[in-house]
């Protein structure tokens, strides 16, 4: 069998699982499928990876996740969740499925992109049920949709493309992400970009302390089968009391940031408990949900488990990506390769208020497209 055709396939795999991973992940287990496809081939490399920024930066942080799984087994509550935890360590091993097989992708995108284009074009305005149609996380597959990246108007239709999808799914993530992309190309160079960011980063901690006296009233007389808690808290500001939802999220970052310091600054590794409040869906899996419910903010929810390595390496991975965008767009719009980190920037920011990196429902799929991005970074540098 000609390595394309295996590479083709492999890709299947990814496509269908991006599009319902509720149905492929949960019941046909393709995270676990594509992070062991990814070891495989890393094996056949004979752990040979790139010699740049990002796949050194993966390289370390599988290296600190390693020793975490290690140090982890003398800390853990029982091996059931210390394995649930490990999704966030052998998930990274897609990463070198995309940068191994990115040579495939192109060809790979134009042999399927009419079909996506007919079923994505129809669901995006028809919604179908989780189980068929990922609510938000389809949007990775946006980017496939476009022929040339050059056309100045590809731009404008992802935006209205995610806007479209947000309220065909009633998903306010979908319309962050378009948000995000009316930020990325107004912005004039990577210096504009980072420094807005990072005003906007201290307006959210200043406000996030402001805030925090009131987040710790989810403790006072917390129960799980009363509401009570969680209102109390919405009550106590007229910030709070907006949206139940964004209230829930930054009770959780305040326990992941505020209750588990200064453990969270090594990382409480796997199979630990790192939250104490949180809403239930399931009273079956309250003993777990200490253990396995996300931050419904992935890089929040790795710094606790991981650290502040952890923190350090992404900010320096993706001050790399960021730079590589700006510096030598024209280069990756004129290759098509931009789409690429579209793809990417899509699920980091889908990372930003879901569980992402922590779940196998889309973990395999971001380190996928930081795999692919990586290798066109590589490919670039190597010219």
Known sequence: ???????????????????????????????????????????????????????????????????????SLARMDGLYFYFRNLVIMYSMMAFFLGFFLFKYLGPFIRKIRNLLRAFIGVFVLIPLPRLLFERFGVAMLFPALF??????????????????????????????????FVFLFIAPGYRFFVQTAAVLFVFFAIAFIYLHPNLTLISYNFAFHTDNPIYNVMKSHPVLNIDGNSTWRLVLWDQLLVDDFPANIV??????????????????????????????????????????????????????????????????????????????????????????????????AYWLLLGFTAKAIYNRRTQ
């Open 1 to 71: 069998m000609r390595k394309a055709t295996i590479a083709y396939f492999i890709f299947t795999l990814a496509v269908l699982y991006i599009i319902s991973p509720w149905f492929f992940e949960k019941r046909l287990l393709f995270n676990e499928i594509l992070s062991a496809t990814g070891f495989a081939i890393l094996v056949w490399k004979r752990f040979r990876t790139g010699n740049d920024p990002l796949s050194i930066a993966m390289v370390l942080l599988l290296t600190w996740s390693g020793l975490h799984a290690i140090t």
């Open 267 to 364: 990382g409480k590794g796997f199979g630990t408990p790192v939250l104490k409040y949180y809403p239930v869906e399931d009273y079956d899996k309250l003993h777990t949900l200490p253990y396995v419910l996300g931050g419904h903010n992935s890089y929040i929810y790795l710094f606790a488990r991981l650290g502040i390595v952890y923190l350090l390496l992404t900010l320096y991975m993706y001050m790399v990506i960021l730079k590589e965008y700006y510096y030598h767009k024209a280069y990756y719009l004129a290759n098509n390769q931009v789409l690429v980190f579209w793809s990417f920037f899509t699920i980091s920011v889908i990372a930003m208020f879901n569980p992402v990196l922590e779940s196998p429902i889309y973990a395999s």
């Open 147 to 180: 022929k040339n990246a050059a056309n100045k108007w590809i731009g404008f239709l992802l935006i209205v493309l995610n806007i479209v999808y947000g309220i065909s799914y009633n998903s306010f993530t979908s319309v962050l992400v378009a948000s995000f």
